[in-house]
């Protein structure tokens, strides 16, 4: 039964198998269906192609679920194909008895007919395929499981997929399964076909080039933010020269058929800086709320109060590019003892201040309200004291307390490491 005409409602599907992660390139295919569904008042259908008994497995469809979570690409209806076995069969049936197919063996196979194919794209426009380059299509394997594209064309049909939105890669699938719609008598959905995501050389993605999965780049400290940010620029763009794009904007302009045809080019670098600036524009609570797992697992007897950890995670984000990189930077706040970084020490600590250093921690130790403004109120008077310029000091201490040249405000670092740690380092610097 040809289904009557196409549904008036906007549905889109991303269709991942769960023989693996949630990678870079899967995501962004969510991503585009996502906002081609939201920006039209569409639906967007999440459907788990596991027709793969062996090699679908329980942990990589609960990472896929939960990345497509953290990404905020939540969906309006959910299947899984294997509930759905019932339906492959009975339409292998109706092709057999309609004598569109034929039994090889417990095997069922579609019979090709010669004819040329069009396959109307809505980013490359119309494709021409010649079916006697495909062969007779199985449908439904001697296990009794159904084919990758038997099931696929059955369940966008019934599921009123208006338009299939997928990788170039499936530019061949296409052409087999608008034999299958065909044949069904099933109405063709509309197609798109993405560009492939290519390494900064314009090869093919690796793990070396960021082909890797959505949770470890969630481990590494990016925001999910900043990584459906710069998704939606592999391919597409708002205009403007824009690369920072809010979501609530990008829907109102977004079109699929301006998305390019050409492959776009992964960078690593850029997805870095598009990070960095979305920390820098977060709030401390958040900001400290997304570090606080981060500092736990690395360091679990540490006790850091709510507080003390917003004032650190101020003082860092402007210096982080990911939120790994706060636990770099932070190592001689949660370490007792100073990790100095290569070189330092025998460039700034070689000459014994051991008296300029003594006297200073002697004065910190005294200050009952330690804050940036009396910790630089100390600091500036021992200078005068000894006659030296406060910037002689400036360095050496840095490097005594923290382990680095750079950093935020001396005075500011001091408070986040408290009193009684600062004066400790002072005197043990030249022990």
């Not at 009975?90 to 095997?107: C, F, N, P, R, V």
């Not at 395929?129 to 049909?157: H, N, R, W």
């Not at 960095?276 to 997304?290: F, H, N, R, T, V």
């Not at 490491?417 to 005197?427: D, M, P, S």
């Amino acid at each position: 039964m040809v289904r009557p005409g196409s549904p008036q409602v906007v549905r889109v599907r991303f269709a991942p198998s769960p023989t693996g992660f949630l990678h870079i390139g899967g995501a962004r295919t969510a991503l585009f269906n996502w906002m081609y569904a939201k920006a039209q008042g569409g639906q967007f259908i999440l459907r788990i192609e596991d027709t793969d008994k062996v090699r679908s497995k329980p942990e990589y469809l609960e990472e896929i679920l939960e990345s497509m979570k953290w990404l905020g690409l939540t969906w309006d209806e959910f299947y899984k194909q294997s509930d759905r076995f019932e339906l492959y069969r009975q339409h292998a049936d109706k092709l057999l008895s309609e004598g569109k197919a034929y039994k090889d063996g417990e095997a069922v196979v579609l019979k090709v007919l010669e004819k040329s194919i069009k396959i109307y794209d809505l980013i490359r426009g119309e494709i021409v395929v010649d079916s006697k380059e495909i062969k007779d299509q199985v449908l439904m394997k001697s296990d009794g499981s159904p084919t990758y594209s038997f099931a696929c064309v059955i369940d966008d049909a019934l599921m009123e997929i208006s338009c299939v939105i997928r990788g170039e890669d499936h530019i061949s699938n296409t052409s087999k399964q608008i034999l299958i719609y065909e044949a069904l008598g099933f109405k063709l959905p509309k197609f798109a076909h993405l560009p492939l995501i290519l390494d900064p050389e314009g090869g093919r993605m690796s793990k070396r080039a960021g082909a890797t999965a959505i949770t470890e780049y969630r481990a590494q400290g990016y925001l999910s933010q900043a990584i459906v940010n710069y998704l939606m620029l592999l391919g597409w763009s708002p205009g403007n020269n824009q690369e920072k794009v809010l979501m609530s904007g990008a829907l109102k302009t977004f079109s699929i058929k301006k998305i390019n045809k050409a492959g776009a080019a992964f960078s690593l670098e850029k997805l870095q800086w598009l990070n960095s600036q979305y920390i820098k524009e977060m709030d401390k609570g958040p900001l400290a709320d997304a570090l606080r797992p981060l500092v736990a697992a690395k360091y679990p007897e540490a006790r850091v109060q709510g507080k003390d950890l917003e004032h650190m995670a101020q003082l860092y984000k402007g210096r982080m590019n990911t939120l790994l990189d706060f636990l770099d930077w932070t190592d001689f706040i949660f370490n007792d003892q100073v990790h100095f970084d290569e070189g330092v020490k025998a460039k700034h600590l070689s000459q014994d201040m051991r008296k300029e250093f003594d006297l200073l921690a002697e004065r910190l130790s005294t200050v009952s309200d330690f804050n940036a403004k009396a910790a630089e109120e100390v600091f500036r008077g021992v200078a005068a004291q000894l006659g030296i310029e406060a910037g002689v000091l400036v360095h050496p201490v840095r490097v005594a307390l923290t382990g680095k040249t750079v950093g935020p405000g001396l005075f500011d670092t001091m408070v986040v490491l408290g009193r009684e740690r600062t004066v400790r380092r002072l005197r043990e610097a030249f022990n």
